[in-house]
């Protein structure tokens, strides 16, 4: 049997869950490397700074790596006292004696890297002196902490004296690792999903692998990445959870995941909308086994899963304290401006789609018109694919239709209550990137049941053959932007 057929007889119904683990662990294992060199490439292709900002997010990671860790690790009081510390990092004595050095060091690094050039910008003259003279996305000076800083700063600290370009590429490299681990949950939840469909979880791998505005993303230094990942590890909970009635480890999944989540970025708090929500599919699924012991087992999962997600929204997390007060401007102004359908309808929710998929640097690289109109009629048949009846492809179970299609849901429902009512430049994309997982379950499972019976076989490597074509065209559009 030759490789290619090896590898496509994955996707045939039915299949047990392990009879041949080789070639699926292989394909698993070579889809995480491409994701690393496609990582790696948009590392260090992109020119510094060239992502939205990232240099305010290089500033508050590098603060927190200058600070260093606790001068007595043994001491329980000195500890505590400096992890209270860590999100306030400039009244540190060390961040303050380098700070003047690393903001020339990084002032210098926007002319040098012709930051303003990209952006079809003069160079500021005469010559930029502190980084308060020019909007970067700083978080550092209002204290808007994120754990994704933390992270980044784990990789940034042994290059401290180093160019600040070395800890720049070290720093994104931080988020191409949580990338191949937002792949590598994605393709577990699908597979535990679709225990007898392994093509299909790895399909959910090659749409996330090979999105180019999702690699772009999370090359480059931002708190998206921490924050979808924690998503992501909360959707494989469910998972774990739909498939197995308990489970001590997706329960934990839930709860952690979206502690990690909200404690990275506030748009990871759709999450508290969509666990109620998946905890009744999830009891009335169980329920309706009429099992008296799954329906207490499910029941003591729902107690401990509810105990959980009440601890983590009582948390103090800065992201909870934004995403509350959000809620309390929406409903003042939705009391004062009623009519919330045209208020959301006129924005350009186009903007949204195109950046969804691929829009690069600053949000200002497109790729060509015509990648656009293909992406827009992917997107359309995936969700058609849904509503096609197939004998031999039946419905999933209720557990997968409520993670796919009330994730992406609730997410983009949540940006539109923000943009309509908080802030308009948020009307991007990237912004959704917590349901990525789910989102691309939703597509590939729509693709996979327009797909003919006899035609199957070919179904993985096809659409690995079209998103990867996809992705390069894209690739090439803002490779040639920045290296005409």
Not at 286 to 294: D, S
Not at 303 to 316: C, F, K, M, N, S
Not at 347 to 369: I, K, N, Q
């Amino acid at each position: 049997m030759s490789p290619l057929e090896d590898f496509t007889r994955l996707l045939r119904r039915k299949q047990p869950l392990g009879p041949r683990p080789g070639p699926y662990r292989l394909a698993v294992a070579v889809l995480l490397g491409i994701g690393l060199i496609r990582g790696l490439l948009y590392v260090f292709l992109t020119p510094a700074w060239q992502a939205p900002d990232e240099p305010g997010h290089f500033e508050y990671a590098w603060a927190i790596a200058r600070r260093g860790g606790p001068a007595e690790v043994l001491d329980p009081g000195g500890f505590l006292a400096w992890l209270r510390d860590i999100p306030r990092p400039s009244a540190d004595p060390a961040v303050q004696a380098a700070r003047p050095r690393f903001e020339r060091e990084l002032l210098d690094s926007l002319y040098e890297a012709r930051f303003f050039d990209y952006r079809h910008r003069p160079p500021p003259e005469p010559r930029l002196q502190s980084l308060d003279q020019i909007s970067l996305g700083r978080t550092l000076p209002s204290e808007r902490f994120s754990t994704a800083y933390v992270w980044q700063a784990l990789f940034i600290g042994p290059a401290l004296g180093r160019p600040i370009f070395d800890q720049l590429y070290l720093a994104r490299f931080s988020s191409v690792v949580l990338n191949l681990a937002i792949v590598a949950l994605g393709i577990a939840a699908a597979r535990t999903l679709l225990p007898d469909r392994p093509g299909l979880a790895l399909g959910v791998g090659i749409a996330v692998v090979f999105w180019p505005q999702h690699t772009f993303i999370n090359s480059t230094v931002n708190e998206g990445p921490l924050a979808e990942l924690g998503a992501s590890l909360a959707v494989y909970g469910w998972a774990r959870l739909f498939a197995r009635t308990f489970s001590l480890a997706g329960i934990a999944a839930v709860v952690g995941g979206t502690l990690l989540g909200l404690s990275a970025k506030a748009n990871a708090v759709f999450l508290l909308a969509l666990h109620p929500l998946l905890l009744v599919v999830y009891l009335a699924a169980t329920l309706r086994l009429r099992r008296p012991a799954a329906a207490v087992l499910a029941l003591l999962a729902a107690l401990i899963l509810l105990g959980g997600l009440w601890a983590v929204y009582r948390t103090d997390l800065v992201s909870l304290d934004r995403a509350k007060t959000a809620l309390e401007v929406i409903r003042q102004r939705l009391g004062a401006t009623p009519d919330l359908g045209e208020r959301v309808a006129d924005r350009p929710w186009w903007w949204v789609f195109d950046s969804y998929w691929g829009f690069f640097g600053w949000m200002h690289v497109r790729a060509p018109d015509d990648w656009y109109r293909a992406m827009y009629a992917l997107t359309a048949l995936g969700l058609a694919g849904w509503l096609i009846p197939r004998r031999d492809f039946p419905w999933p179970g209720p557990g997968l239709v409520a993670l796919a299609w009330l994730s992406p849901v609730l997410a983009v429902a949540m940006l539109g209550l923000y943009v309509g009512f908080i802030d308009p430049s948020y009307l991007q994309g990237r912004y959704l990137f917590t349901a990525a997982v789910p989102a691309s379950l939703l597509l590939v499972v729509g693709w996979a049941r327009l797909v003919p019976t006899r035609l199957g076989r070919w179904f993985l490597p096809g659409l690995c053959l079209l998103l990867a074509s996809l992705d390069l065209v894209a690739f090439w559009a803002w490779v040639t932007f920045f290296y005409p």
